[in-house]
């Protein structure tokens, strides 16, 4: 769909992911449409799943996440099913936050989220260290977040 996508779903894509509780109203106000085409348009990019869902975006130090790493898994590739039983494993380890299958030093890119360093100890050497499919893990500790952005980088020209 994305060869489809014209300047004005490229503009309603962005505002939606600046802000998803924005209204149909100051939504079409801000691509200079009505307000019918313009919830037409959401409703065709919501049904082509180029929008999948809405969240809330939670502050997790708020809450008392207040560390973040990343853990590099290399597999032990000579145990039968490696791949499909560390993930089924991983699945239901609620600090693990997302998994990634990369290429280059290691097999899989995990980000996990705990409250402090004992739970991330407990985390990695009572969890993630005991799944026998597991060869080797190495963390990469985060200090500090310097950017996220909500927005994707596709090409969107808005003049």
């Known amino acids: ?16 992911q600046e802000n998803s509780k924005i209204t149909n109203l100051e939504l079409s106000k ?6 019918a085409p313009t919830l037409e348009r ?9 929008i999948q869902s809405y969240h809330a975006k939670v502050n997790g130090t708020a809450l008392g996440l207040n560390v973040n790493s990343f853990v590099l898994v290399s597999l032990a590739w000579n145990k039968e099913n490696a791949f ?11 600090e693990i936050t997302e998994c990634y299958i990369i290429t280059g030093d290691a097999d899989f890119l995990l ?7 004992p ?11 005991v799944i026998e499919e597991v060869e080797r893990l190495k963390t990469l500790m985060s200090l500090n977040k310097i950017k996220k952005t909500k927005v994707l980088p596709y090409n969107y020209d808005p003049d």
Do not use: G, Q
């Open 1 to 16: 769909m994305a060869e489809k996508l014209d300047k004005i779903d490229l503009r309603i894509l962005e505002l939606l």
């Open 84 to 94: 499909d039983n560390f993930i089924k494993k991983i699945e239901h380890i609620r």
């Open 30 to 35: 801000r691509i200079n449409l009505s307000p």
């Open 119 to 129: 739970s991330y100890e407990h985390l990695l050497f009572k969890e993630l260290s």
């Open 111 to 117: 980000k996990i989220v705990c409250s402090d360093l």
């Open 42 to 50: 959401v409703r065709k990019l919501e049904n082509a799943d180029v």
